[in-house]
């Protein structure tokens, strides 16, 4: 098994990834730990955040949606390279480790994932987010529902809207009908753009009575 970024041999070929390449990924400098964009506060979180508050708590990525883990990405979503799946999740469970270590983070009770809507999944085969998830709650010795959160609608390609169009297009997406009462959660997605969906998701958990929702994503598109 060699390194799916440099393909040198790989020690434990499990990994996927070497760990000079996990060292030379792109870094985050500074950001804000709600929405995990740049700022230069002094304090962890940033103004806009302080400002208009998000209803998930802590948002942790590996890097900025560029190389070389934006094309794994497509790779995973678009040419069936699922097998990347487990070296992609662990990168994402070091970024959270490393933040544990740093601000004592708590484990979630329960992980679960962005739905994708039926008709895509078919179309795809499967839910990237929820490929991410599946190892990352074993690491965690957490339970994984994949099936706590509903998709109502399909909705229309984020990508392709204003910032107007994509809040109002995931407002009446999502639905969680479980009771959540005194649990807190950690939400999988591959990607976080504007955040808007996840926000809509977190405001459904925290109505279903979650204490704290912890976002965890590979990459977050620094707007």
């Not at 070497?18 to 962890?44: A, G, M």
Request: glycine share 2%; aromatic share 8%.
């Amino acid at each position: 098994m060699r390194c799916i970024l440099c393909d040198m041999p790989l020690s434990l070929p499990h990994h996927g990834i070497c760990s000079q390449c996990v060292k030379n990924l792109p870094k985050f400098n500074k950001v804000c730990h709600q929405c995990c964009l740049p700022h230069s506060l002094s304090t962890d979180i940033c103004y806009r955040c302080r400002v208009k508050k998000p209803y998930w708590d802590e948002l942790i990525a590996v890097s900025e949606y560029i190389n070389p883990l934006k094309k794994l990405i497509h790779h995973l979503k678009f040419y069936n390279k699922i097998e990347l799946n487990t070296a992609l999740a662990r990168l994402m469970f070091l970024a959270w480790y490393q933040r544990r270590e740093m601000d004592a983070l708590i484990k979630p009770d329960l992980v679960t994932c962005v739905p994708l809507h039926h008709i895509r999944y078919w179309s795809r085969g499967f839910n990237q987010s929820e490929l991410l998830a599946k190892p990352i709650a074993r690491w965690l010795n957490r339970d994984f529902d994949p099936h706590l959160l509903s998709r109502k609608k399909s909705g229309l390609d984020q990508k392709n809207l204003t910032l107007t169009e994509r809040i109002s297009n995931v407002e009446t997406l999502f639905m969680c009908n479980q009771d959540l009462s005194h649990k807190s959660v950690m939400l999988i997605d591959d990607i976080v753009t504007t955040g808007n969906t996840i926000n809509v998701i977190s405001q459904q958990l925290k109505k279903c009575g979650a204490i704290r929702v912890y976002v965890l994503c590979l990459c977050r598109t620094v707007l």
